[in-house]
């Protein structure tokens, strides 16, 4: 009979192997790091992980993630109303507030994507169109530019027509296929800079 990790380790590694871009291999390794860890440091980091699921909400008027009933950008008074920039996913927001953005967000939830059966009622369409209904000048698509990304911010673009307020598109600085989150500051400043009309 071969050797075989103990069954709590194992266990460790599986979860980890769960995440995003995490393999087998870089699990183990983390499960391994862990054992390292003093156990303050693991509950610590325990605490960590039941937290963020547990204390975490969606935003009432933007579905940011948040603590309390509005995000800090909702919150802050200094921002300008007039302009939503529509991303897929809380994360996005952090890049755009590298880049110098002063206007609001609205994060959809997710794309449209029939092939992973995801229809556009199944993110958070509806609550861009009530927020769009009085004060908004501008509404900017970006959402990465993928096939989904894609057909998801023109999905979008044709249920806000009706309410004759400018749709632009972020410019394609951007590579196509890749994540706005690693996108530098410097190339999300020029495609907000030069985004064009998108209907």
Do not use: W
């Not at 400043?189 to 985004?195: C, G, I, Q, T, V």
């Amino acid at each position: 009979m071969g050797y075989r990790n103990p069954l709590p380790l194992t266990v460790l590694t599986e979860y980890f192997a769960r995440l995003p871009g995490i393999g087998m291999k870089t699990a183990g390794r983390l499960a391994y790091y862990v054992m390292s860890m003093d156990e303050e440091d693991i509950e610590g980091f325990a605490r960590a992980l039941v937290n963020v699921k547990k204390d975490l909400r969606f935003c009432d008027v933007c579905q940011n993630l948040t603590e309390d009933d509005l995000c800090s950008v909702c919150a802050d008074e200094l921002r300008d109303r007039g302009v939503i920039c529509v991303v897929e996913v809380p994360k996005d927001i952090n890049a755009f507030e590298r880049s110098g953005y002063n206007g609001v967000y609205h994060v959809l939830d997710g794309l449209i994507s029939p092939i992973d059966g995801v229809t556009p009622e199944m993110i958070r369409l509806k609550e861009l169109l009530r927020r769009v209904t009085s004060g908004v000048d501008e509404v900017i698509m970006a959402t990465n530019p993928t096939v989904e990304g894609e057909a998801t911010a023109m999905y979008a673009a044709k249920l806000l027509e009706p309410f004759n307020i400018k749709i632009t598109r972020l410019a394609f600085g951007l590579p196509i296929g890749g994540a706005l989150e690693y996108a530098d500051e410097m190339t999300l400043l020029k495609a907000l800079e030069n985004r064009t009309a998108f209907l």
